[in-house]
């Protein structure tokens, strides 16, 4: 019977099933991050969708204060016109009603001017949130006349910081006397673009900023620039904007965002690191997994070796020990036989099989036990054991052996003899009776090989890695233990090696069985 081949049929049932069962979790984790995965993309939409808002927000915030700044550029327009009124001269017998422009000019309580000659000299002021004397109050070491200095420098400072953002108006006084008003926004407008810049920052705090929030960036197709992002500073610049976005596609594909006025603007998006760990997830779970059925396997496998070696040593011993009564008895058969001058031929033969069940009983013995090894002439062992089965086999085997070599290695014969048995009967049987069968050394750098070879049908591809595992057999009868035993003898006893050196189906097969050499 063929143990081996119904648990090699158990082995790859349960690894089929492992299989599916792993499939199966794969298929059940993927599915699990392909639905964190379409949160996380709602999650990024609904930042982007905050973002258009925001900046709708902005444009519209921008649109309405550049209608106020033209709306304040027009007052200033009417209250210079106003203060050019009131400063021309009238003659003496004229008298002008000045209550409009006064009234125009009076109105002017919020928007802050600074007149300046075309000396870029100081002429007036109005509407300031200092004057001398609070710098006075700051600086109290200041002299007077430095204060004043101070002022007048500061003002002219301010003056050239407020034509930036709106153009000054420059008219004619009097006849070549030149004058420039230089205004800011009035403080109104600064309080409401406060407020705007506060409600931008509160936002890009709690979205922008939002490091729970996955990584993102949102890039300006225009311009290339980055609208929002909660990339930290430092490890975001121009340099490797183009690297992080590259990365970024790599994980997502981006989603474009249109503002409906020519404008787009795209969205990149990582994954959330539990995303990522989550991906990975199963291939630790499983290695893990395969990790401790390894290591129990491991310990299964030596516990099991261990008790097959207890349960072979016990068998073994106990066939010597009941092979060891009937040979007693035997041996004095043999003796009384030789006394009653019966022919002697009968009695030689006879005694050639008590030597033979002598070591087979020596043999049995030794399993288990620490074998004793002796520097002898291997081919002598090989020759002695021929010599003892060319008699008991069939007349149409010829057995070649070519064992010329004068080669001493540590072995224990009886034990080597019961190997070489073993693989020569094999290959009979797989000669079917008929067939030649040669055995020869050779000796190569630290080894020495003895090859056996046979023509009969051959061993299958498939087959050759397992011959030498307990409860291998290919006939209907046997335990598939001899090849196991070959095995453990030559391995475990003389650290040696056994295996197939070729194999061709209905050509043959050569076994070869390498010893370490000891002395030449």
Known sequence: MNL???????????????????????????????????????????????????????????????????????????????????????PLNQITNYAFPLKIIQENTDIPVILLDKNKKHSGNINLDFNPNTISAKYSKLKKEEVFSFFEDSLVKLAEQWAKKNPPFTIEVYDNLFMTYYYNDSKEITRLERERDSLINAFNNDLINNENLVSVILLDNKTNEIIGTNIKNYKISESNISIHIEKLKNQNNPIIIDFKNGNSSTLYFDNSPELKQLKYFPYI?????????????????????????????????????QLGTPLSSLIAWVNLIENKGIDKMITIEMQKDIDRLEKVTDRFSKIGSEAKLEDTNISETINNLINYLRPRISEK????????????????????????????????????????????????????????????????????????????STKKRGWGLGLSLVKRIIKEYHKGQVYVLESEQNIGTTFRISLPSNIL
């Open 397 to 472: 085997i010829e057995v070649i052996v070519k064992t010329d070599y004068n080669l001493s290695v540590l072995h224990n014969a009886s034990l080597i003899e019961w190997v070489i048995e073993n693989i020569t009967k094999n290959a009979i049987d797989a000669m079917e009776g008929e067939g030649v069968l040669n055995i020869s050394l050779e000796q190569s750098s630290g080894w020495v090989h003895i090859n056996i070879k046979d023509n009969g049908r051959g061993i299958p591809s498939k087959q050759v890695k397992t011959i030498f595992e307990p409860g291998f």
């Open 285 to 321: 779970q499983f290695l893990v997994i395969g990790l401790f059925a390894i290591i129990g396997y491991l310990i299964f496998s030596t516990f099991r070796k261990a008790e097959q070696n207890k349960v072979w040593a016990g068998m073994a011993k106990e066939t010597a020990h």
């Open 4 to 90: 081996y081949s119904r648990k090699q049929k158990w082995k790859i049932a349960l690894l089929i099933f492992a299989l599916i069962l792993v499939s199966l979790s794969l298929f059940v984790s993927n599915k699990i991050v392909s639905k964190v995965g379409e949160r996380e993309r709602e999650r990024a939409t609904q930042w982007a969708d905050a973002i258009k808002k925001k900046i709708e927000l902005v444009q519209l915030t921008n649109n309405t204060f550049s209608k106020l700044r033209e709306r304040e550029r027009e007052k200033m327009k009417l209250w210079i016109n106003a203060t050019k009124e009131v400063s021309k001269p009238t």
